[in-house]
């Protein structure tokens, strides 16, 4: 499995950044769409897994297909976008500037989200046989996941507002890894691999991922769940964004960027 050094890998960072800020708007959104699309199947998919065997290790385990399958065919995710935009910025690529790389996160945003929507509505359809039948355990677990987490979270007020923040700075670390670990081969099993331990990590632990509770919450709404669009956005989308992109900056693409392509100088010792 062919690997490939820090500062090569690190340098298709910032190209890839670069690319992001000069798509098409047409492009990017498509890409956002199945991104999320795809991601918001993946975490229903983990969720029944692990209602059906009681096994939530296993429903980590298998979650990070989604992830692989999209970033195989170059979707973006909010939270990859997040890490790579902002470097070609930073390296002062010509022709990126802030107002390019806040168009690329308004539109990976708004494609991440519709993508995440149709999912959810889909699905919703289907367990409730065009909601005239109940969702069943799936549903109850879904809608219970959906409570926990905004007014769950709201019931600690300020406290509870800085855990999703951390919580979702902890998931983008572990998310912009796989991100990263899929330029670090050019082979695509050894891709699949670096994307899948950090992801897994991330889902396990319960950290907070922005695009994935753009499918979560509204289908745990349509499921029943007992919280309102308002404790949704500020008591998880709001703080988990900014979590996210706190996250996948600070803790991989800065530290990244800075040890790899702007390299100090050896130390000379006599």
């Given amino acids: 499995m062919a690997y490939i050094e820090p500062s ?35 975490a229903i998919f983990a969720i029944t897994v692990a209602t059906k065997t009681g096994s939530p290790i296993l429903g980590a385990c298998l979650f990070p297909v989604g992830f692989i399958m999209l970033y195989l065919m170059k979707f973006d995710l909010l939270t990859g976008v997040f890490t790579l935009v902002p470097l070609a910025l930073l390296d002062k690529r010509p022709g990126v500037t802030f107002g390019g790389v806040m168009r690329n996160w308004g539109l990976v945003f708004l494609g991440n989200f519709g993508g995440a929507m149709t999912t959810a509505f889909l699905m919703s359809f289907i367990l409730t046989y065009g909601y005239s039948a ?90 029943g769940g007992d919280f309102t669009v308002y404790d949704y956005l500020v008591w998880n989308e709001i703080p988990t964004v900014l979590g996210n992109l706190a996250g996948g900056l600070l803790l991989v693409g800065l530290p990244l960027y800075f040890t790899h392509v702007k390299t100090s100088p050896s130390r000379k010792i006599a």
């Fill in 8 to 42: 090569e890998f690190v340098t298709k960072m910032v190209d890839a950044g670069e690319q992001k800020v000069y798509m098409s708007t047409k492009d990017t959104l498509i890409r956002a769409f199945m991104a999320g699309a795809i991601l918001g199947l993946a």
């Fill in 134 to 223: 109940d969702g069943g355990a799936i549903a109850a677990k879904v809608a219970s996941i959906g409570e926990a987490r905004t007014v769950g979270y709201q019931e600690h007020g300020l406290s509870g507002w800085i855990t999703i923040f951390f919580r979702g700075m902890l998931c983008n670390w572990m998310v912009s890894m796989g991100v990263v670990g899929a330029m670090i081969s050019t082979s695509a099993g050894a891709k699949m691999a670096a994307m899948w331990m950090p992801v897994m990590l991330f889902f396990f632990m319960g950290f907070e991922h922005s695009i994935v509770n753009m499918f979560l919450f509204p289908f745990s709404m349509i499921m």
